[in-house]
């Protein structure tokens, strides 16, 4: 056994050539102009002034008539001739949700959340060099790991009389509730109120109705699920009282959709969006005209279907309506009056482009900006090329990104480098114009850089990200390898003999997973600040995909447990201030690493905390880490 600290061993190896190149990601930052539009919008709702960066230094003052598009631009905003008023204020209004005593609309009564306290796990740190003195100092705080007991919340009505009613628990009787708390919205005639109710283990989730005079509890909404509920994403709802209705989103028919409920009955009424595609964003609701306004994806075959678009439908179903039409990931800002909505979109190999639409139809007003990318393409920077291939089902689209050094030489062979975040909570790989300044670094120092959601990931329905359920060592690998092996198959250039990756937090956990299961493949992997034992790490994210109780599946994805099956080259990093995943996370399998006799590289970043690898010295020593072992040496 040997562990090695790569500031002892790490010398000059690289071609001057090859040094250059990883110079070139410098300058690629601020190089996009053009690319955002911040409008400030008049009181009449119908004009707007923004200020646009042109060149570096450069700026220009725009003004447009959103009825008719009509614009105007100067290098000062007096030469656009507006009259000079305060920005108006957008108020959103929505219910009050405050279980820590609220009071009721009509000051009848209310409601507290009351619960014994529990031990609390606390996780200390070493700060071994202040900044202040020389002696190390320790912070303690606290830390829910996966199995630690939580409180078991009690809801107690207090009447004006001072009569109290404890609220019967047999529907809520055991909530994924850290903080003990259970947060209440009251209906508008103060008769009940509502709360959630998140199952520990995630697969139940309810909405309940408690009768503020007897406290009789009843289900309006019930989810259950034989996987995960996505509960910190999947639970958006809106109260609409004077309908006594209510809209929630749910993937009860495999795909994030939204429904119509009947408050009084519990029961559904109907979908208000269905299909083989998600609603990944509500964004306003209209209860006057009973319209939803929400982004989507997947909608249109043929494009890549994590790019979101602008959509308006109505209550009952009908009237469903793609807003935006540009083939490009959508980001949206309405008016004040929500009349108009400005839609920048863009791809991994596309700049943004910026239009005024209509939002009764999304008809085109005008195109604002078209992103002027020239400086960046000027520095050499290569545009990521969008990649898709077949999955392990030999059906479902794999999508991701390739990125060439700027100086391809199409006759040599280059070694793989992937960047992975398995993470299911999202999807990863780059879907906005960016310069992507991490991957084009390592590009230049001759590699191939890929980044890919395979399945386990978010956003392609709920089948697809069912393959996390206590199963994160999976991170979807049997789809990286059939990717990357599909891509070499028309790209000589790719050396699939040659392949490393990198990643931290979950990504830490996934890269290190790589040279456990998938050593026939990755012979390389920089792994930092990974959770590598859903145990260690924080309770919200490990129990929501790994389940409660604690059970052998924690310790089937544990990259400690499975330490001695290691093969092939694996540096570790960690900052010993990590707050977000626990350092000893890292330090436990550097333990398991050891008792099995692995040879492996370990650097502690001193002062830091998560996310160390991006620190100036950890990009260095991951870079320098994988041109070592991937790079063939120099010829004399």
Not at 372 to 396: C, H, I, N, Q, Y
Not at 453 to 472: E, I, P, Q, S
Not at 510 to 525: E, G, I, S
Request: proline share 7%; glycine share 8%.
């Amino acid at each position: 056994m040997r562990v090695i600290l790569l500031g002892v061993i790490l010398g000059s190896f690289l071609l001057t050539a090859q040094g250059q190149a990883g110079d070139l990601a410098k300058p690629f930052d601020g190089r996009i102009f053009r690319d955002r539009v911040k409008a400030n919008w008049l009181p009449d709702g119908k004009r707007f002034w923004y200020r646009l960066e042109t060149a570096p230094g450069k700026v220009e003052f725009v003004s447009i008539d959103a009825t008719d598009g009509s614009r105007k631009s100067g290098a000062s905003l007096e030469a656009l001739d507006l009259p000079t008023v305060e920005a108006p204020a957008v108020v959103e209004a929505g219910p009050t949700r405050d279980g820590r005593g609220a009071k009721s609309p009509d000051g009848s009564c209310s409601v507290t959340s009351e619960a014994e306290p529990v031990a609390v796990r606390q996780v200390t740190l070493v700060e071994s060099t202040p900044v202040e003195g020389f002696q190390p100092k320790t912070k303690v705080f606290n830390y829910i790991k996966p199995g630690d007991p939580l409180p078991q919340p009690q809801l107690v009505i207090t009447r004006a009389d001072g009569q109290k009613i404890r609220v019967a628990r047999e529907l809520y009787e055991n909530p994924f509730c850290p903080d003990g708390v259970l947060d209440v919205t009251w209906s508008p005639d103060s008769r009940e109120f509502y709360f959630d109710y998140n199952q520990r283990g995630h697969q139940l989730y309810r909405i309940l109705a408690v009768d503020a005079k007897t406290g009789a509890v009843r289900v309006v909404v019930e989810e259950t699920s034989k996987t995960f509920i996505h509960y910190s994403e999947k639970n958006w709802r809106q109260w609409l009282p004077d309908s006594g209705e209510l809209i929630w989103m749910s993937e009860r028919d495999g795909w994030c959709h939204l429904w119509l409920y009947d408050v009084k009955t519990g029961k559904p009424k109907h979908p208000i969006t269905q299909g083989r595609w998600p609603v990944r964003e509500v964004l306003y609701v209209d209860e006057a005209t009973r319209e939803i306004w929400f982004l989507a994806s997947g909608l249109r075959p043929g494009e890549d279907p994590y790019h979101e678009h602008l959509c308006r439908v109505n209550f009952d179903g009908s009237g469903f309506q793609q807003l935006t039409v540009g083939d490009g990931n959508h980001h949206v800002e309405f008016s004040p009056k929500r009349d108009f909505f400005i839609a920048t979109y863009s791809r991994a190999d596309l700049p943004p482009i910026t239009e005024l639409r209509r939002s009764r139809d999304g008809g085109l007003v005008c195109v604002l900006e078209t992103a002027d990318a020239s400086a960046l393409f000027a520095t050499g920077w290569t545009v990521p090329e969008r990649f898709v291939a077949k999955g392990r089902d030999g059906k479902t689209d794999i999508h991701g990104v390739i990125i060439t050094p700027s100086q391809l030489d199409p006759t040599k062979k280059y070694p793989i480098v992937e960047e992975i975040y398995a993470g299911p909570q999202g999807a990863f790989a780059p879907k906005d114009f960016d310069p992507q300044r991490r991957m084009h670094q390592i590009a230049e120092r001759g590699f191939i850089v890929v980044k890919l959601d395979g399945m386990g990931t978010n956003h392609r329905g709920k089948a697809f990200h069912d393959v996390c359920w206590k199963n994160l060592k999976d991170a979807g690998f049997p789809d990286r390898k059939l990717w990357i092996r599909e891509a070499a198959r028309t790209r000589p250039w790719m050396d699939l003999s040659r392949v490393g990756i990198y990643g931290g937090s979950a990504g830490g956990q996934n890269a290190m997973r790589a040279l456990l299961d998938h050593h026939d493949f990755y012979q390389v992997a920089v792994a930092d600040c990974g959770c590598h034992d859903n145990r260690m790490d924080k309770i919200w994210w490990n129990e929501q995909w790994m389940g409660w109780p604690v059970d052998e599946s924690y310790a089937k994805s544990s990259n400690s447990e499975d330490a001695a099956k290691l093969q092939g080259h694996l540096l570790l990093m960690v900052g010993e201030l990590d707050e977000n995943v626990d350092p000893a996370s890292t330090m436990q399998v550097v333990a398991a690493l050891q008792k099995a006799g692995k040879t492996f590289d370990f650097m502690p970043i001193a002062g830091k905390g998560h996310g160390a690898a991006e620190t100036p010295y950890g990009s260095k020593l991951r870079l320098d880490f994988l041109t070592k072992h991937l790079q063939p040496p120099a010829r004399p």
